[in-house]
Every structure is written in C-alpha cells, then in structure tokens.
C-alpha cells in the first residue's frame, strides 16, 4: 500500500492550496480518510488531526481551527483524497500527512493511532 501526497508549498497568509494524496493498493472507498499535521519538532505522536471523514463519509470531523477554511474530499474512483485549504494562517504551518484507516470508529476519526496507512507528508508553510 502506498499514498503519495502532494500539493504543499509555501503560501502568504489569506491565500489557498490543495493538496492531493493518490492511494494505491487498496480500494480507498472502505477506510476512513484523513488530513494529519505534524508541528515542527514532534514525532509522529504530536501529530494532530485537522480533518477527517469516514468510510461512508457520512460523518467529518474538523478540528477547531480550520473549521469554514478546509475542506477534505475524496474521489474513489480514482483513489485519491484532497484537502482544501483557504484563508491560509501562519499557524497552519506544519507538515501535513494523509492517512487511511479501516474500521475506525466515529468518535475516534481525529486520532491518529486508528490509522494504517500514511503518506510520506507535504510541507506547508504560511509565511508572508
């Protein structure tokens, strides 16, 4: 199983960026999906979920933060997974990693430890 993620960079505060997370062997339309950030300086364990959806995407979580400026959004029939990010802060800076889990709960979607898979990460950066 790999997942690609792509689309960070660096952008001044107030703008957008989409990043992109292509999953190959397995049919992303059974797990769970999810955006993660890791701040500058933590391990995997300081990693914190900024948006997540379930298998059905019935349920999505955001984190506090970022709620009316992200958006998570998948395509199963490509396998892919987007996160959409506008009105950029300086505080979203990090790197981000997209993740997929199979069978996790609703209640657990934006914790990192239900998750099996994960992409090697995009760094984002909101400076002006």
């Known amino acids: 199983v790999q997942l690609q993620a792509s689309g960070g960079g660096l952008v001044q505060p107030g703008g957008s960026l989409r990043l992109s997370c292509v999953v190959a062997?397995?049919?992303?339309?059974?797990?769970?999906i999810g955006w993660f950030r890791q701040f500058p300086g933590k391990e995997r364990e300081g990693r914190e979920g900024?948006?997540?959806?379930?298998?059905?995407?019935?349920?999505?979580y955001y984190q506090d933060s970022v709620k009316g400026r992200f958006t998570i959004s998948r395509d199963n029939a490509r396998n892919t997974l987007h996160l959409q990010m506008t009105n950029l802060k300086p505080e979203d800076t990090g790197v981000y990693y997209c993740?997929?889990?199979?069978?996790?709960?609703?209640?657990?979607?934006?914790?990192?430890?239900?998750?099996?898979?994960w992409g090697q990460g995009t760094q984002v950066t909101v400076s002006s």
């Open positions: 900024v948006v997540c959806s379930s298998a059905s995407d019935e349920i999505t």
């Open positions: 062997g397995l049919r992303l339309g059974d797990y769970a």
């Open positions: 993740a997929a889990g199979l069978n996790v709960p609703d209640w657990r979607l934006l914790l990192h430890r239900e998750y099996d898979y």
